[in-house]
């Protein structure tokens, strides 16, 4: 019998996710704490998609990352956290390199890198699979027009469309877009368009799926050592890369899936598997996302109008759907955004945004376009959390070095930087940020909503 508190199931015993083998039968009945997921049923690879990897050099070990990254999203996903945060999660995965998983040092830096990233504590086992990969029967060779130097995370967004071209010729650049659904191909790229499997017949309990940060790297890692490239360029800027770790969301694990650490550790992990030294470079770590457009701009050839079409919000609501797929206008994601294009003197068509006029006196106004009062309340709390995590991070600015001294250690540990230039650079990033996000405030006008905010309004309420 699972062990039990006055309240129900004992949430902080172990979680243990048991993948089984296609047709492999469970040992057992399922329970709060164990779960069983079958490959080709709860674990479903996309045929399509894994024609792309199926080329020459394809080995099983990747098949098993495949197969480890998609146990993990499942665990993830299924257990939902306390409010403490950490869970305890055992995860056991079939693998047909059983060699290479079972090596000390893979377990031990997958366990790190996972253990970083989510907050929680992870164990994995691994046991001899029966079954071969279904990937590798055809090995055609991947051929390109001109050898790809670089591989980068490509989405439709503005940090992926202007760090791609910063980092090198169209032609060099290996794009990846790791999305749950198939991406319309650009123009001249290549890319890896699709997770290639699929994790479903669960309910999902949990939100938060900081797991995505090691999908995408097991990916990007794949992919890159398939197409014999050592580098792969993360396109956040500072904002983003650094945002999240130096103002947290409160009572919150910090979230590192872009922090310089989690990716040492990442490379330290696929070093032990595939004995390959693949970097992951952030080559616009220092610069704000303004300066990152700014710079793109300042290409031959780099028009305005590649900056506009392209999405950043991340709300998949009725709210930014109701006429046709828009971005909110209002989310941490979309208020960055404006402001970036703001300080690369970027102007957005009128009706990119659903909550487009944020000069307005009064939030209703700017809310005008939402019919439901739940929809608005829910933009309203996005917003306000949004503008005050913006107006902290440039509140840092000012903050002496001691304050700055544990951060800047961090990031220097990681990326091998001095420590005293470390420092120079955070602050620099900082009071760029601030400068930008003051001109932005100030370009609303002082009755704007969100100066009303940012004075002591509504956002108050989230302290």
Known sequence: MDQMTETGPDIHQEKHLLALEKGQRAGGPTSDNLVFAEIGKHIRFVPDILDTFDVKGFAAKHYDLMVVAAAIEFADRRWKRPTSWLRKLHVTVPVIDYDSWSRPEVQSTLRSAMNFLTGDSWQFTFVKATNRSPIGSQQIPLVFDQAKTFAIAYSNGLDSRAVSALSGAPAEALCIRVAGTKQRRMDGDSYFTQIPFRVKGFKSKESSFRSRGFQFAAIATIASHLS????????????????????????????????????????RFTRALFGASIRFEQPRLWSTKGETLTAFLGLPGKKKEHLVHTRSCWQTRRIVNAERRRQCGLCAACLLRRMSLYAAEVVEPEDTYVIADLAAVEIEAALSKIAADADRDIMIEYGSVGARHLQHLAEMAELPDTALRTFASQIAAATGEAYEQTLRNLRLMLMTHAKEWRAFLSAQGDGSFLKSWLDGGRHDRFK
């Not at 956040?236 to 650490?261: C, H, K, M, W």
């Open 228 to 267: 014999n490239i050592t580098r792969i360029v993360v396109p956040e800027s500072g904002q983003g890369a650094l945002g999240p770790v130096l103002v947290p969301l409160y009572n919150i694990y910090t979230d590192y899936r872009n922090f310089p650490t989690f990716f040492r550790k990442m490379e």
